[in-house]
């Protein structure tokens, strides 16, 4: 059974960074595409990043390209979410996902896997 479990999440200043991890069992990142997503109270699931297993293919949505960076550590069977320059309006929950076929992909329902989510407080 695979298991997603995020960490990382807290409360920084306006302008600030967090690095959000995402922990892996139960599998490998081989043919594994993994992705984060963000999602606030009433409103809908947000694609964030996402990441081929080896992270050898990347895609970020527009709002978070050149400050957010996805990366794995196969070894620490690990990936992370590197949040810089962060703003107030990304205040929400953060989740990790993954699901087979290895081509990342902004789409939630490529991802059958997910992790219970962890929050990111930006404040002013």
């Known amino acids: 059974q695979v298991q997603l479990v995020e960490s990382g999440g807290g409360l920084v200043q306006a302008g600030g960074s967090l690095r959000l991890s995402c922990a892996v069992s139960g599998r490998t990142f081989s043919n594994y595409a993994m992705a984060w997503f963000r999602q606030a109270p009433g409103k809908e699931r947000e694609f964030v990043a996402a990441?081929?297993?080896?992270?050898?293919?990347?895609l970020y949505a527009n709002s978070v390209k050149g400050r957010f960076t996805i990366a794995s550590d196969d070894a620490k069977h690990t990936m992370y979410l590197q949040m810089n320059r962060l703003n107030v309006e990304e205040t929400t929950v953060y989740y990790c996902?993954?699901?087979?076929?290895?081509?990342?992909?902004?789409?939630?329902?490529?991802?059958?896997?997910w992790g219970q989510g962890t929050q990111v407080t930006v404040s002013s």
């Open positions: 990441s081929s297993g080896n992270s050898a293919n990347t």
């Open positions: 996902a993954g699901g087979p076929g290895g081509c990342p992909s902004s789409r939630a329902v490529q991802y059958p896997d």
